[in-house]
């Protein structure tokens, strides 16, 4: 069983878009397993979309978080914290075809919730108190609260993916200690290179780690305590518009992009999935390691408005926020589900 974080640390190369696509299209691809997404971002966005998207979807999600104890990652990290335990899945899981009937039946939500940002420095407090000899270290027993949820499945049945915040806040720490691979959503642009090269120092650290911060960082936490942490499997290209419009004929990956990704695995091939076959030139890497969603287009971001896979989708027009009229035709439909599940075939249950 794998478990998917889908993170970057640059804002704006479309987490939560590729979490309701890709997350939704490996559920109808594998009807025989359970998809959990867990959204650990406090705008929940993946999760309004999953929920049916625009108003409905917000206000699925709202109702939810509403509860005297919230059907959220909230709920759940709350009860983890006082109880000192697993919590039980089911008491904070919602099957998403039961509130947005155009989803596949075998697919699950842990949902996103605004107050995350609130309770971040209470599980910051958590994580940071004194350990005791004979004791459970707190850091340790906190960062893996959602390790110990993927580990209670039962692997046969279930795929995990979990939507993030670019910033590494204590949340996201919890989602990539959870998961065991990572898919990196980049644009097209040299700021990704730099965003990638970020990526991972934040993740593995430097070397040499810094002389003043260095032993004070997620990384050193983690190495100093063994952690397993995930291994890259996929860096994804992304370059959808917005609502109206052709996407712009440009590479989803910059040059500078794709050998800062090659550099960081020649670097250290450990750091990244283990493939049937291992890349031994640039070219290789950047097609192992590498999904494009270029085709990417208008259909794509109308129909994750709609909270509709691309697959359930028709021509026709589409009202999205103040617009009444975007149309999306055939073709735009055909293209962006073969996007879409060119990024899902690199995938494994």
Same mark, same amino acid.
Request: aromatic share 10%; glycine share 6%; net charge negative.
């Given at each position: 069983m794998h478990s998917y974080a889908i993170w970057n640390n640059k804002g704006g190369t479309g987490k939560s878009t590729i979490t309701f696509h890709v997350a939704s299209r490996f559920a109808e691809q594998h009807p025989e397993r359970k998809v959990l997404v867990i959204d650990l971002c406090p705008q929940a966005n993946s999760s309004m979309l999953l929920l049916g998207g625009g108003i409905l979807g917000e206000a699925n999600v709202l109702d939810l978080c509403?509860?005297? #104890?919230?059907? %959220?990652?909230?709920? /759940?990290?709350?009860? +983890?914290?006082?109880?000192? =335990?697993?919590?039980?899945?089911?008491?904070f899981l919602v099957k998403i075809s039961d509130l947005?009937?155009?989803?596949?039946?075998?697919?699950y939500l842990?949902?996103?919730?605004?107050?995350?940002?609130?309770?971040?420095?209470?599980?910051?407090?958590?994580?940071?108190?004194?350990?005791?000899?004979?004791?459970a270290d707190p850091w340790d027993w906190v960062h893996k609260i959602f390790h110990r949820l993927?580990?209670?499945?039962?692997?046969?049945?279930?795929?995990?993916?979990?939507? #993030?915040?670019? %910033?590494?806040?204590? /949340?996201?720490?919890? +989602?990539?200690?959870?998961? =065991?691979?990572?898919l990196v959503p980049v644009n097209a642009d040299?700021?990704?290179?730099?965003?990638?090269?970020?990526?991972?120092?934040?993740?593995?650290?430097?070397?040499?780690p810094h002389q003043f911060?260095?032993?004070?960082?997620f990384a050193a936490k983690a190495a100093s305590r063994g952690f397993s942490l995930p291994k890259v499997h996929l860096a994804i290209g992304n370059r959808f518009t917005q609502f109206k419009g052709a996407a712009a004929a440009f590479a989803a990956f910059s040059e500078a992009t794709a050998d800062q990704l090659?550099?960081?695995?020649?670097?250290?091939? +450990?750091?990244?999935?283990?493939?049937?076959?291992?890349?031994?030139?640039?070219?290789?890497?950047?097609?192992?390691?590498?999904?494009?969603?270029?085709?990417?287009?208008?259909?794509?971001?109308?129909?994750?408005?709609?909270?509709?896979?691309?697959?359930?989708?028709?021509?026709?027009?589409?009202?999205?926020?103040?617009?009444?009229?975007?149309?999306?035709?055939?073709?735009?439909?055909?293209v962006g589900l073969a996007a879409v599940d060119s990024v899902v075939d690199m995938l494994d249950p």
């Open positions: 509403s509860n005297v #104890t919230p059907k %959220s990652v909230v709920g /759940y990290i709350s009860n +983890a914290i006082l109880t000192r =335990s697993v919590p039980k899945l089911s008491d947005n009937q155009n989803m596949p039946n075998n697919i842990l949902s996103g919730d605004g107050n995350l940002e609130l309770m971040a420095p209470a599980i910051n407090d958590e994580a940071s108190r004194t350990p005791f000899p004979g004791l993927v580990s209670s499945l039962d692997g046969d049945e279930w795929t995990v993916f979990f939507d #993030t915040n670019p %910033s590494f806040a204590i /949340y996201t720490e919890l +989602a990539v200690c959870a998961a =065991s691979r990572l040299d700021s990704s290179r730099v965003a990638v090269k970020a990526l991972f120092a934040l993740l593995y650290g430097t070397n040499p911060f260095g032993n004070y960082t090659y550099s960081e695995f020649v670097a250290d091939p +450990a750091r990244f999935s283990v493939k049937p076959n291992a890349a031994t030139s640039r070219q290789e890497f950047l097609s192992l390691y590498v999904g494009e969603l270029r085709d990417f287009n208008t259909a794509g971001v109308v129909a994750a408005h709609h909270g509709t896979p691309l697959s359930r989708m028709r021509q026709d027009y589409y009202p999205v926020h103040s617009d009444p009229d975007v149309k999306v035709n055939s073709n735009q439909l055909r």
